[in-house]
C-alpha cells in the first residue's frame, strides 16, 4: 500500500500551535479574579477545589498516583469494569519513577492494559504492528526505521461494546498477533483474545462507537475489503459482515459517538461535507439508514489554512460535547443539544484541545490552554514565564448566571512532550473514581512521567501534594525607625486549592501574621509585614509557611539575618 492511501492528503496538521479567533461572541460573566489586600481576608468564594464552598462543586486532586508509563504516545483510552484498555505508538511499558530501559520494562506493542486502580499492567499484550513501506516524505505518526524506512503500526482507537464483552480497536495496523488485520480488529472481553472479526480498511481508522449490534467506523479510508466507504463504514456485531451503511465525508472523521437515544451518529472531524451537507466539522447520520439528520452547528472553516477540527466527543445522556483543535480558529470546548445540535455554550479558551471526559459532572480536558479570559474564572494570556495549562476542569451544566462554563480551580499540568510535533494530553478515559490521561507528554507536575497518568476522586485518595515552592521573604530595617523590620514576600499557589493559609515566622518558631487568601498561580500577590516592638540591635530571620486545606504544608526557606537597629 502506497503512503498516500495509508495517510490521506487531507489530514489536518494535529501538532501546531497558533492563536485562534472566537468561534462567536457571546455575552459571559466577568472574569472574577480575587484582590488580595495585605491585611487579613476572608476568601472570596473557590469556582471548585477538592475542599471547595458549600454548594460549589468539587474536583478530583491535582496528585497524580503511581501508574506505569509507556515509551511512547498514547492515542486512546477506555475504561471496562476494573480495566484500562490503552492504544497507542508504544513498544514497552515501565513502573513509575523508571526510566527507558530500566530492567522491569515490559513489552507491548500499541496496545496496553491496566488496573484501573493500581495503576499496575495487566498480562494482556497483542503484538501489533504494520507493513513497512519506503517514502522520502517525513511520516510523523509513522516508526522511522532509518534509511526513507517507515512503518505505521498505531492504534489511534480503543472503543468497547455496550456490554463490555468485545473491544474495537482502530489505527494504521496491518497485523495483530502476526495475522493480517487490516486497520480494524476486534478482542473478546474479559479475556482479551483476538476474535474473528477481519477487514481491509485501506486508511486509517481513527474513529470508532458501538451499539448492541452495529460497530460504527471513521477515519481517511476510502475503500472496505475494496468496496467504496467515503470515511465512514458499519459492521454487524454478530459476525462482523461489513453493513450497507455507507454515509459520506469529503474529509478526515476524527471522532463519533452515538446519540443518547441511540438513533444518530454524532460525527466530528475536518469535514466540510457530510453526505454532501454543512456545517463543516461537525454532523449527525442516522443510524439506520445513514441519512443525514438535522444538526445546527458546526465549528470554524475559513480556508484550508484557518479552520478548526473536531478531536473528540463524549455525552451524559443530555448533551453532546465536542472538543476543537484550530489553526487561527476555535480550539475549545462546547456543549450542543443531542437532537438537533443547537449550541448550549461555547468555551473559547485558547490553545488547542485534543480530549475530554465527564466524571462526576465535570468536563475534564487536555489541551495546551494558554488564555481562558472569555471564561468565568479564567486566566488571562499567559506569559512567556508560564507554561501552558494542558489539564483543566468545568461544569458540564453551569449555574444559571453563565453563559459559559467557569474554569474550575484545578490545575494539575505535563509538558508538551519531546518534540516540536508533540502537543501533551491526547487522551482521556475515567470509571468514576480514576481519571487516566494518556498523550506524549513525558512529565507530570514536573516530575518526570511518560504517557500517561492518573488522578483521584478524594472518594478513593486524599489530597496530599502542599502548595508549590514559596519564595523566601526579604527583611529590611525601615528608615528613620528602630526596633522594627518590614517583611516582604510573595504568594505561592497550589494545584486544586484557592484558599490558603499563610504564617509568617520569624526566627523558626514564632508565628507572627497569619493571613488567609486566594492564591491563582497567574496573580500572585506581594504583601509586607512590620514586626515591631524588637529589641534594638537584636538580629531576626524569617519564613512563610503556606497551608491547604487538608493541612498539607509548604514552607520556604528562611530570609537572610537583618539587624533591627
Not at 36 to 61: E, F, S
Amino acid at each position: 500500500m502506497s503512503p498516500a492511501r495509508r495517510l490521506a492528503p487531507e489530514r489536518p496538521p494535529r501538532l501546531r500551535h497558533l492563536r485562534h479567533r472566537q468561534l462567536r461572541t457571546r455575552p459571559g460573566a466577568a472574569v472574577l479574579v480575587a484582590a488580595l489586600a495585605g491585611a487579613l481576608l476572608a476568601a472570596a468564594p473557590a469556582a471548585a477545589d477538592t475542599a471547595p464552598p458549600p454548594g460549589q462543586p468539587a474536583t478530583i486532586t491535582a496528585d497524580p498516583l503511581p501508574t506505569w508509563q509507556t515509551d511512547g504516545v498514547v492515542w486512546s483510552i477506555a475504561v471496562v469494569g476494573s480495566t484500562v484498555y490503552v492504544g497507542g505508538n508504544f513498544d514497552h511499558v515501565r513502573p513509575p519513577g523508571a526510566a527507558p530501559g530500566d530492567a522491569r520494562e515490559q513489552t507491548r506493542h500499541n496496545l496496553a492494559a491496566f488496573d484501573v486502580a493500581t495503576g499496575e499492567p495487566l498480562p494482556w499484550a497483542p503484538n501489533v504492528d504494520g507493513t513497512e513501506f519506503t517514502s522520502t516524505t517525513p511520516q510523523h505518526d509513522c516508526d522511522d526505521l532509518g534509511g526513507n524506512r517507515w512503518r505505521c503500526d498505531a492504534v489511534w482507537e480503543v472503543r468497547p461494546s455496550p456490554d463490555g464483552s468485545r473491544l474495537y480497536v482502530g489505527g494504521d495496523f496491518t497485523k495483530v498477533d502476526g495475522l493480517r488485520r487490516g486497520k480494524i480488529a476486534a478482542f473478546d472481553l474479559p479475556g482479551g483474545a483476538l476474535n474473528g472479526f477481519q477487514h481491509e480498511v485501506n486508511s486509517r481508522v481513527q474513529a470508532l462507537t458501538a451499539s448492541a449490534t452495529t460497530v460504527y467506523a471513521g477515519g481517511f479510508f476510502t475503500t472496505v475489503d475494496g468496496t467504496p466507504r467515503q470515511r465512514l463504514a458499519a459492521f454487524a456485531a454478530a459476525g462482523g459482515a461489513l453493513t450497507a451503511w455507507a454515509p459520506t465525508a469529503d474529509r478526515g472523521v476524527h471522532a463519533m459517538i452515538l446519540s443518547p437515544d441511540g438513533s444518530r451518529v454524532i460525527v466530528g472531524g475536518d469535514f466540510n461535507r457530510l453526505n454532501g451537507n454543512p456545517p463543516h466539522g461537525l454532523g449527525a447520520v442516522l443510524t439506520a439508514t445513514g441519512a443525514s439528520a438535522p444538526w445546527a452547528t458546526g465549528v470554524d472553516y475559513i480556508s484550508d489554512t484557518r479552520r478548526s477540527w473536531v478531536t473528540d466527543l463524549v455525552t451524559d445522556g443530555e448533551a453532546i460535547y465536542a472538543s476543537a483543535n484550530g489553526e487561527s480558529t476555535f480550539d475549545g470546548r462546547l456543549a450542543l443539544n443531542p437532537d438537533d445540535g443547537t449550541t448550549r455554550w461555547i468555551d473559547n479558551c485558547q490553545g488547542a484541545t485534543q480530549a475530554i471526559t465527564i466524571l462526576d459532572g465535570l468536563l475534564y480536558s487536555g489541551s495546551h490552554a494558554h488564555n481562558c479570559a472569555t471564561q468565568p474564572n479564567g486566566f488571562p494570556e499567559l506569559t512567556p514565564g508560564l507554561p501552558y495549562q494542558r489539564l483543566l476542569a468545568e461544569p458540564t451544566h453551569p449555574a444559571a448566571e453563565y453563559d459559559t462554563p467557569p474554569i474550575l480551580y484545578w490545575f494539575p499540568n505535563t509538558n508538551g512532550g519531546p518534540t516540536t510535533e508533540s502537543q501533551g494530553p491526547r487522551a482521556l478515559g475515567n470509571d468514576g473514581r480514576y481519571l487516566w490521561v494518556g498523550g506524549d507528554f513525558t512529565t507530570v507536575n514536573g516530575s518526570s512521567q511518560q504517557g500517561l497518568t492518573r488522578f483521584g476522586s478524594l472518594a478513593v485518595t486524599r489530597d496530599a501534594d502542599p502548595a508549590e515552592l514559596i519564595r523566601k521573604p526579604v527583611a529590611a530595617k525601615p528608615d528613620g525607625t528602630t526596633g522594627q523590620l518590614a517583611v516582604t514576600w510573595t504568594e505561592t499557589w497550589d494545584r486544586d486549592n484557592q484558599k490558603l493559609v499563610y504564617e509568617l515566622i520569624r526566627d523558626d518558631n514564632t508565628v507572627i501574621d497569619t493571613l488567609q487568601s486566594t492564591s491563582v498561580f497567574w496573580d500572585l500577590k506581594t504583601h509586607t509585614f512590620t514586626d515591631t516592638g524588637l529589641a534594638s540591635g537584636s538580629t531576626h530571620t524569617y519564613s512563610v509557611r503556606a497551608i491547604d486545606p487538608f493541612n498539607n504544608r509548604v514552607r520556604s526557606s528562611r530570609s537572610v539575618p537583618v539587624q533591627a537597629g
